[in-house]
């Protein structure tokens, strides 16, 4: 393989021509050396083709230049679901020379049929029960034969089964050759719901959004997506309410709903296939305006009716606003805050709107500083959801229409029963959570018993605040989802029937359901945890984590950045915390230190486990963090935290976690403290050093050494 960098036009030809043939002719030198007859060498030529101005290639045979374009253009609507108006470049040239065996001899296989034995049968599980099955012998089959299923074909070496709706035939030289011969939109599985089948299809909903996790991973440009993981995909049924989830972002997953049902009332019948979506306003679907959901209908095969919905949200660490990183401090407004996707066309029958969204990125009065990763990290969203769209089709194809929607009702079916069992051991609690800044959220749970179903009520919590800490209802929608899964021991996906139990109350107005355009970049981050922290206190489950995400986003003109810092998380009735963990809603990983160095003109110089930060208790809670960045380049810091000034709640006698600190070490010596929200500019040689939250105990701590050093082995133990 070697490298090009040439565009694909006729001119360039000639010597890329010129390259592949000393490539070919370099291969096939080392399997003459190996004594490899020439007539024996088969060799291929393939050429890696990209767009202009993007990152990821794709592979195709090497041959003119408009078989070349048009076979990577194919591929590249299969794979990403659109094209672009870019020229194609070739990025690397790679030639194959293999050298063939004598093909094995299978003739002794492809006998005639008179020596075929009576007919046997044996008993096969198949199609959910036991039935008796024809039993053939591989060598008894002539060319020619077809064994239709459920049947099973054995040999000296293997054993074949033929389940139902596929048919095996033998070829003239000896294979065995299998054929799916029945699909079919309605299934024999029945659409009645099963224990086994609905484990199963929990699972294959859940693998369609890992699947489109590992799309969006691989195929992502900046390293808040491809390396932090800030990202979630789901699925979702016709009507957008959520059927299942990957383990991703739990602020994401349960205001995900809120961005399709949005499209889906704005456009109505006005979708098409190829079509799909961007959202990120908070007063029209969206919670904070880095979070960009990329929304794709599934249609059928008609490409008439809707069946499914697929979305990925991803953190973009950059969308514009009055701070690098697009995660401001100070904002008061949502303008402030950065670019807004407002129910946006991204692609359009296959075709992705690249200059219209570049003009909607650059135009604004806080523009992108850095539109070409938003724009390459909105091509990876698009190959993720058509990730959703062929895994579902497979799912179709395997199962028929009518069990698959059946079993879409049946897996939110079983998540509200499962929340119902919860909230009949639950007992009615309120709790008031106090913010750093003073803001109060008051959360009173009522249980009703004989409908088995609760009122999560949020009157009283604080009006709509002049800084960005207000929440938009759909992240109070996702933290209340998030909280009740958790209460759920079975392994279920996180979906909307988990709701359905569930009635939020919210007052207009205030700080959990602001009116535009008021600021809320940190209630996506920092009041979703307080939603939580205040909702596990009326339920007296566990002692507060460390309530905050610890948000520190730096940059300049060039650069941006953004990560959450880990912390403690709270201790429960029989367990400890975790030490230095994401808590609650987030779920995203630190930026490995060779890739952070890397990518940025920083250095991480140290990332710890902050001793003796959790609170102690008969169970003591986790322990936070303390990370020091040192820059190398002018840059302005931001931080979005809380439970600087209010330290996090311990439970049942337990002590609450440490309070969390932040600060500027400059290179002259002195320090500039900060606040939990604030900004600074830094300088070469400037360190910021983070110090989280610990979590809090539950339980009163024993002062009787013998007991103290029995808790040590519970710890040590656990």
Known sequence: EQSVEAPLETSAMPGILKTA????GAARTELLAEDVPEDRIRVTRRAQLRYDGTDTALTVELTEPDTMTHAFEERHRATYSFTLDRPVVVEALSV?????????DLSALATS???????QTVSLHTGGAWRDVPLNRREELPPGETVTGPAIITEAGATTVVDDG??????????LVMERVAVTQSSDLGTEADPVLLEVFNNLFMSIAEQMGARL???AQSVNIKERLDFSCALFDPDGSLVANAPHIPVHLGSMGTSVQEVIRRRGDSMRPGDTYAVNDPYH?????PDVTVITPVFDTEGERILFYVASRGHHAEIGGIAPGSMPANSRSIEEEGILFDNWLLAENGRFREAETLRLLTEAPYPSRNPKTN?????????ANQKGVDEVARMIENFGLDVVQAYMRHVQDNAEEAVRRVIDALEDGEFAYETDSGAVIRVRVCVDRENRSATVDFTGTSPQLSTNFNAPFAVVNAAVLYVFRTLVADDIPLNDGCLRPLDIVVPRGSMLAPEAPAAVVAGNVETSQAITGALYGALRVQAEGS?????VTFGNERYQYYETVASGSGAGDGFPGASVVQTHMTNSRLTDPEILEWRLPVQLEEFAVRPGSGGAGRWSGGDGAVRRIRFQQPMTVSTLSQHRRVPPYGMAGGEPGALGANRVERADGTVTELGASDTADVGPGDVLVIETPGGGGYGPPSHDPHQAGEEIDDLRAF
């Open 21 to 24: 043939d000393d490539l070919e």
């Open 96 to 104: 194959e020379a293999t050298g063939l065996t004598e093909p094995p």
């Open 113 to 119: 049929s008179s020596a075929r034995g009576a007919a």
């Open 166 to 175: 596929w048919r095996a035939a033998t070829t003239d030289d000896g294979h």
């Open 217 to 219: 991973e691989s195929t």
């Open 285 to 289: 679907g969206g919670t904070h305006l």
């Open 375 to 383: 724009l390459a990290d909105l091509r990876a969203q698009i190959a």
């Open 547 to 551: 309530g905050t995400m610890n948000n």
